[in-house]
T-cell receptor
């Protein structure tokens, strides 16, 4: 199993450009989520999904869109990048909490995004 | 919504000493409290978790305690080693009956173990 795969690992954008961060998991996880990590701010939840066709907003959703057309994929879209979106982005997945003794989030390797 | 506060933000200990990191949460519906370790340049990984029906859990040199009344939980690392140096995050998950595994994280503690 590859686990959680994110691409690209690094990206530089200019203000106003759009891009998509890709996330795929091969563990049959129902739950997927995106976090951003900034110095001193910890990991902040952007969007999450409990299954295909279902998405919801996290703590800091503004400026980001997501979709979940398949169980495996959960792309994060920046429609018009801003310098405030410079960050490290992590995709994470897990089994549904309805399964017994689950809860562990499995993280991807991260994507470092710089917006100039 | 849930808010998780974590202290201290940095912690320096001598090898062999103990380290304690503390977190508080705000949502009384929270019932799952994991701890993640993130080494420099790597992804966060789960090291231990505790559910609200227990007060303490141990795994070798690490332990977590939970005080639901005070809404506090703590990570204890004994006999620290240089490889324990990393950023540690606490998190909490509130259960409102849905399927979401929505973890809210603290701001992290940078632990440095001096040899």
């Amino acid at each position: 199993n590859a686990g959680v795969t994110q691409t690209p690992k690094f990206q530089v954008l200019k203000t106003g450009q759009s891009m998509t961060l890709q996330c795929a998991q091969d563990m049959n996880h129902e739950y997927m989520s995106w976090y951003r990590q900034d110095p001193g701010m910890g990991l902040r939840l952007i969007h999450y999904s409990v299954g295909a066709g279902i998405t919801d907003q996290g703590e800091v959703p503004n400026g980001y869109n997501v979709s979940r057309s398949t169980t495996e994929d959960f792309p994060l879209r920046l429609l018009s990048a801003a310098p405030s979106q410079t960050s490290v982005y992590f995709c994470a997945s897990s089994y549904s909490i309805f399964r017994p003794n689950t809860g562990e989030l499995f993280f991807g390797e991260g994507s470092r995004l710089t917006v100039l | 919504g849930e808010n998780v506060e974590q202290h201290p933000s940095t912690l320096s200990v001598q090898e062999g000493d103990s380290a304690v990191i503390k977190c508080t949460y705000s949502d009384s519906a929270s019932n799952y409290f994991p701890w993640y370790k993130q080494e420099l340049g790597k992804r966060p990984q789960l090291i231990i978790d505790i559910r609200s029906n227990v007060g303490e859990k141990k795994d070798q040199r690490i332990a977590v305690t939970l005080n639901k009344t005070a809404k506090h939980f703590s990570l204890h690392i004994t006999e620290t080693q240089p490889e324990d140096s990393a950023v540690y995050f606490c998190a909490a998950r509130a259960d409102y009956g849905g399927a979401t595994n929505k973890l809210i994280f603290g701001t992290g503690t940078l632990l440095a173990v001096q040899p």
